[in-house]
């Protein structure tokens, strides 16, 4: 793979054993559209590990053996792609880049990412936002990027917006991220101007411990997308901007509670096809429906009934990703026998009492948040959530087993 940076837009050459069906970090198989991107509302004078990795979480699912930089990097950011993924990286000369102070988050608008807000009242938000593609028509223009970011700047927080057709290089399966770290891209440009040693994410226990989403459905501490010490959490610290996990180590019932009690509740905005507000239609507007009935003790709220395909994925036997939610969500839901969730019961046995777990902290994802913003997050989790006991931890140390 060689890349080429001009400016902030990025041009991609696949070397003869690339690939253009590749796979990302969680094995799902991305077939690659087009060869360029460009990144708008960043600098174009970022230190070249932070040109790199931004690059790196584009390309890597088409790249095989090598990738080479139109500028040099640090032996660090080489290394790292080496141990990580078995990529010889060059050229290679810079000094490598110093970690920053600040700790900025990756602002969706989303429950998890409001919760990571409501833990970090200070950090800054970077919220990415897709455009068009000049060359790829819009095969997904249900998408309300505008909408998520006219929400995020009501927030009143201090916020950047990045602006990006980078999705677009993605044919199949749809438009979207290449990886899950992409959305990161802009704001790996921005580290520099803003002085970042750290970036926030969203994710949380059942990401970032369960196995996450469809892939894996145990427990994951070496989940090599967000574990500190997996392939991405070193190559990010090699560029002096760490893997921050606010919330990773509580459950979506907790971050659901925590942005509903938030200052930033009038804008969490999960739904990405609605205008007025969430389009109660899709897949993720039922399942965060379920987490928000429990969590206010209510009965379901859906025109959904249990025939419609996006339905399908929850009610069948476990396991399956989510598991974990769906179970939290039987057992508190007044009238859920009489819902669409009805056929869900006959594989589950959840109660509150085998279900409480969820509504507390997993210590070591507190541990595993870097030093300077671990004692922030220590305190808000500690208070306003609560810590596991060694039952509960072992309720999570033991899931899928």
Same mark, same amino acid.
């Given at each position: 793979?060689? @890349?080429? $940076?001009?400016?902030?837009?990025?041009?991609?050459?696949?070397?003869?054993? !690339?690939?253009? =069906?590749?796979?990302?970090?969680?094995?799902?198989?991305?077939?690659?559209?087009?060869?360029?991107?460009?990144?708008?509302?960043?600098?174009? !004078?970022?230190?070249?590990?932070?040109?790199?990795?931004?690059? &790196?979480?584009?390309?890597?699912? $088409? =790249?095989?053996?090598?990738?080479?930089?139109?500028?040099?990097?640090?032996?660090?950011?080489?290394?790292?792609?080496?141990?990580? &993924?078995?990529?010889?990286?060059?050229?290679?000369?810079?000094?490598?880049?110093?970690?920053?102070?600040?700790?900025?988050?990756?602002?969706?608008?989303?429950?998890?990412?409001?919760?990571?807000?409501?833990?970090?009242?200070?950090?800054?938000?970077?919220?990415?936002? /897709? @455009?068009?593609?000049?060359?790829?028509?819009?095969? &997904?223009?249900?998408?309300?990027?505008?909408?998520?970011?006219?929400?995020?700047? %009501?927030?009143?927080?201090?916020?950047?917006?990045?602006?990006?057709?980078? #999705?677009?290089?993605?044919?199949?399966?749809?438009?979207?991220?290449?990886?899950?770290?992409? @959305?990161?891209? *802009?704001?790996?440009?921005?580290? !520099?101007?803003?002085?970042?040693?750290?970036?926030?994410?969203?994710?949380?226990?059942?990401?970032?411990?369960?196995?996450? !989403? /469809?892939?894996?459905?145990?427990?994951?501490?070496?989940?090599?997308?967000?574990?500190?010490?997996?392939? $991405?959490?070193?190559?990010?610290?090699?560029?002096? @901007?760490?893997?921050?996990?606010?919330?990773?180590?509580?459950?979506?019932?907790?971050?659901?509670?925590?942005?509903?009690?938030?200052?930033?509740?009038?804008?969490?905005?999960?739904?990405?096809?609605?205008?007025?507000?969430?389009?109660?239609?899709? *897949?993720?507007?039922?399942?965060?429906?379920?987490?928000?009935?429990?969590?206010?003790?209510?009965?379901?709220?859906?025109?959904?009934?249990?025939? %419609?395909?996006?339905?399908?994925? &929850?009610? /069948?036997?476990?396991?399956?990703?989510?598991?974990?939610?769906?179970?939290? *969500?039987?057992?508190?839901?007044?009238?859920?026998?009489?819902?669409?969730?009805?056929?869900?019961?006959?594989?589950?046995?959840?109660?509150?009492?085998?279900?409480?777990?969820?509504?507390?902290?997993?210590?070591?994802?507190?541990?595993?948040?870097?030093?300077?913003?671990?004692?922030?997050?220590?305190?808000?989790? =500690?208070?306003?959530?609560?810590?596991?006991?060694?039952? #509960?931890?072992?309720?999570?140390?033991? $899931?899928?087993?």
């Amino acid at each position: 793979m060689r @890349v080429t $940076w001009s400016g902030t837009e990025l041009t991609f050459r696949l070397d003869p054993e !690339d690939e253009i =069906t590749g796979r990302a970090a969680d094995d799902h198989p991305v077939k690659l559209a087009t060869n360029s991107c460009s990144i708008g509302g960043v600098p174009d !004078d970022a230190h070249p590990d932070l040109f790199a990795v931004a690059a &790196w979480t584009i390309v890597a699912p $088409w =790249t095989r053996r090598r990738i080479t930089f139109d500028r040099a990097v640090s032996a660090e950011v080489a290394a790292a792609l080496h141990d990580g &993924w078995g990529i010889e990286a060059g050229p290679v000369g810079a000094e490598p880049r110093r970690a920053g102070d600040r700790l900025a988050l990756s602002y969706s608008g989303g429950a998890d990412s409001v919760a990571a807000a409501a833990i970090h009242p200070s950090a800054p938000f970077v919220h990415f936002r /897709r @455009v068009p593609h000049p060359r790829v028509p819009n095969r &997904w223009p249900h998408y309300r990027s505008d909408v998520l970011a006219k929400l995020a700047e %009501r927030t009143g927080r201090e916020l950047t917006t990045v602006t990006s057709d980078l #999705e677009f290089t993605l044919a199949e399966p749809r438009p979207g991220y290449p990886e899950h770290h992409a @959305v990161a891209a *802009g704001a790996l440009l921005l580290a !520099d101007r803003m002085n970042l040693g750290g970036l926030g994410f969203g994710y949380e226990l059942g990401s970032r411990w369960l196995g996450g !989403d /469809r892939y894996l459905l145990r427990f994951t501490p070496d989940n090599p997308m967000w574990a500190p010490h997996g392939a $991405w959490g070193r190559l990010f610290a090699a560029a002096g @901007v760490h893997i921050v996990l606010p919330v990773g180590g509580v459950s979506e019932a907790v971050t659901m509670r925590l942005a509903l009690n938030s200052e930033l509740k009038d804008q969490v905005r999960w739904c990405l096809r609605g205008t007025d507000g969430p389009c109660r239609t899709c *897949g993720k507007c039922l399942y965060k429906e379920l987490i928000q009935a429990a969590v206010e003790r209510r009965p379901l709220d859906t025109p959904l009934t249990a025939d %419609r395909p996006v339905a399908r994925k &929850w009610l /069948r036997p476990p396991p399956f990703g989510g598991q974990e939610m769906v179970e939290y *969500g039987l057992a508190r839901i007044p009238g859920v026998e009489r819902s669409l969730f009805a056929k869900a019961l006959d594989h589950f046995e959840a109660t509150e009492e085998s279900t409480s777990w969820l509504d507390h902290c997993y210590p070591p994802a507190i541990e595993e948040i870097p030093e300077p913003w671990r004692a922030e997050a220590a305190a808000f989790l =500690t208070s306003q959530v609560g810590l596991m006991t060694e039952a #509960e931890v072992r309720r999570v140390e033991t $899931w899928g087993a």
